[in-house]
């Protein structure tokens, strides 16, 4: 085992521990400006899209992890508000310490007594700063009072997977027993203060805290569970905080993925990727997902993407938000899913008017069938959509008319040449027949394979080729979509 940097706090503290660093600058809020690595949970598969946002916003070279869907990258303290902004991530976290060969002893319980050992010697107080002016950062960009009693687990994929109400093609996960997550109060009997420590008066109160293990491997003597609990009481006992499972003020994460283990603390309550969506449908991608599609077919000015099965209109939401100098259109067959992508939209509307901050955004919303699209042929540049995998939406047969048909259509309104499509969807037999039968309409560029909500999909960069679409050319007469019902993203429907 790698050890530890001989840096720990005091224990007993009744605030979070002595402040800390050597730094003679300041950050924004007037403290010193420490040197912290931050990790970060990304959607599978985006790690390197989740990197090079790191570099771009940030300026720093961001580490891919060992265990899929982690980043991790230094930062200044001065930037934290800024890793707020990322798109990319879903969860944050400040590293107490990192270690990528542990060696677990053999013994489940000389396993346990070293973790509890461990609890004491770990460099707690420059996260613990950071931790500090996290929350402060927070309650100035408003959000809620005592939020951490967040019903979902933060940092956590599976725990994501299970809490979303209305998560992607979500499918019971199947349990593993090389893979467990653990959320722990050390000790439950504890919990029965029900004082609200946020309004007690702030020096004399008690952190609340709890212990989340993540552990992935086959190689584990102990469970996630024995490693929360006894690692959770250890850090209690060296900091007289007290457990708590829903109200906790820290959430201290343990991640293990076979030998590498990582000690953190939250930064985020529950996952960034919901900040979009307020009317959620059963397939509703994560915005985290639908940035890293976008990125993945780099709009330009002025271009024109389609979504044109776009659900409760996530993918061209976030698009409007984030590369917002390219126009949207949002499309879909159901009356419900073209009424939430409406609603979405005023209501992120109306969110940003309440701030007082210009609340437009390029995008439109329309019903329409996709094979049979109102929109003149070779006048769009990007069509970016999430197709029915068969599972939750639509059924595995109805996929084997409905991709060819939607493959041809996207092919005649799409650029000869220029033109592009990002698809997602897990029925990969199915797509690559359906393109394989397209007459080289497409050329498949790229492939990136991430996970959605369990489910190993595709999300496929293809470009348009130069071949000339053998379809009858639907030409309507003027405009874009002269002749389809248009719903005006200006008045919300319920
Ligand atoms: C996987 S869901 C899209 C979910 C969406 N990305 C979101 O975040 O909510 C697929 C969508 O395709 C729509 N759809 C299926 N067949 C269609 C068709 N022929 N024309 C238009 N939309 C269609 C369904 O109504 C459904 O909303």
Not at 59 to 87: C, E, N
Not at 188 to 208: G, N, R
Not at 241 to 266: P, Q, R, S
């Amino acid at each position: 085992m790698s050890s530890p940097r001989d840096e720990a706090v005091e224990p007993g503290s009744d605030t979070v521990g002595p402040s800390t660093s050597s730094s003679s600058q300041s950050d924004a809020t007037g403290g010193s400006i420490i040197s912290v690595t931050i990790g970060a949970t990304v959607p599978t598969g985006f790690e390197h899209t989740a990197a090079e946002e790191v570099k771009e916003k940030i300026g720093v070279d961001a580490r891919i992890s060992k265990d899929r869907g982690r980043i991790y990258f230094p930062i200044t303290t001065d930037k934290l508000y800024q890793v707020h902004l990322l798109r990319s991530v879903d969860n944050l976290f400040v590293v107490v310490e990192e270690y990528d060969h542990y060696q677990f002893k053999e013994s489940k319980e000389e396993t346990l007594t070293e973790l509890q050992q461990l609890a004491s010697k770990l460099p707690w107080t420059d996260t613990l700063e950071v931790w500090k002016l996290n929350r402060t950062l927070k309650k100035k960009k408003g959000h809620r009072k005592g939020g951490n009693a967040a019903k979902v687990k933060p940092n956590s994929d599976a725990s994501d997977a299970v809490a979303a109400d209305a998560e992607q093609h979500e499918l019971p996960q199947v349990s593993s027993t090389a893979e467990d997550q653990t959320t722990v109060e050390s000790v439950p009997d504890l919990e029965t203060c029900e004082q609200d420590s946020q309004e007690a008066a702030p020096e004399a109160k008690v952190i609340k805290f709890r212990v989340t293990c993540n552990r992935a491997g086959d190689k584990h003597s102990f469970s996630s569970n024995e490693a929360a609990r006894d690692f959770g009481g250890a850090v209690q006992e060296f900091f007289q905080w007290k457990a708590d499972m829903t109200k906790f003020d820290i959430e201290v994460l343990l991640n293990i993925h076979n030998e590498e283990v990582v000690i953190g603390i939250a930064l985020t309550e529950e996952s960034l990727h919901r900040r979009n969506i307020s009317h959620f449908g059963p397939t509703t991608l994560r915005s985290t997902l639908c940035y890293g599609m976008l990125r993945l077919c780099k709009p330009q000015e002025s271009d024109i993407i389609l979504d044109p099965m776009c659900g409760t209109g996530a993918i061209p939401l976030e698009g409007a938000i984030e590369f917002n100098s390219s126009f949207y259109i949002a499309g879909d067959n159901n009356d419900m899913a073209v009424n939430r992508t409406v609603n979405n939209i005023c209501h992120f509307q109306k969110r940003r008017a309440d701030k007082g901050s210009p609340s437009g955004l390029p995008i439109d919303t329309v019903r329409w069938d996709l094979c049979s699209l109102p929109i003149r042929t070779s006048s769009v540049d990007i069509i970016i959509t999430d197709m029915p995998f068969g599972k939750r939406m639509g059924s595995k047969k109805k996929n084997w008319d409905l991709y060819p048909s939607c493959l041809r259509e996207m092919a005649r309104v799409c650029r000869p040449s220029s033109g592009k499509a990002v698809l997602l969807t897990q029925d990969k037999k199915c797509f690559s027949k359906a393109i394989s039968r397209m007459g080289g309409l497409w050329r498949k560029l790229h492939t990136v394979w991430v996970n959605v909500g369990g489910l190993h999909a595709g999300v496929y960069l293809l470009k348009r080729t130069a071949a000339v679409s053998i379809l009858p050319l639907l030409i309507h007469a003027e405009g874009i979509f002269p002749k389809q019902e248009k719903y005006s993203t200006g008045s919300c429907h319920d």
